[in-house]
């Protein structure tokens, strides 16, 4: 299904930083096909690998 970003939400790691072992997330706000909304889970690096921002569609 294809979804459109709405809105990017970087976590906030605090001063302790990212966990050893892991990378960091984003909650992302998406919008499918059929106007439903709903929050996921993606890392901060597929975001960036492709280029990924408000306003464009990716399928999942």
């Given at each position: 299904?294809?979804?459109?970003?709405?809105?990017?939400?970087?976590?906030?790691?605090?001063?302790?930083?990212?966990?050893?072992?892991?990378e960091p997330?984003?909650?992302?706000?998406?919008?499918?096909?059929?106007?439903?909304?709903?929050?996921?889970?993606?890392a901060d690096?597929?975001?960036?690998e492709n280029?990924?921002?408000?306003?464009?569609?990716?399928?999942?």
């Open positions: 299904m294809k979804y459109t970003i709405l809105e990017i939400i970087e976590w906030d790691y605090g001063c302790e930083g990212v966990p050893d072992g892991e997330m984003c909650s992302v706000l998406v919008r499918d096909e059929n106007n439903s909304e709903k929050l996921i889970k993606l690096s597929y975001l960036n280029h990924l921002n408000a306003g464009d569609t990716i399928e999942l």
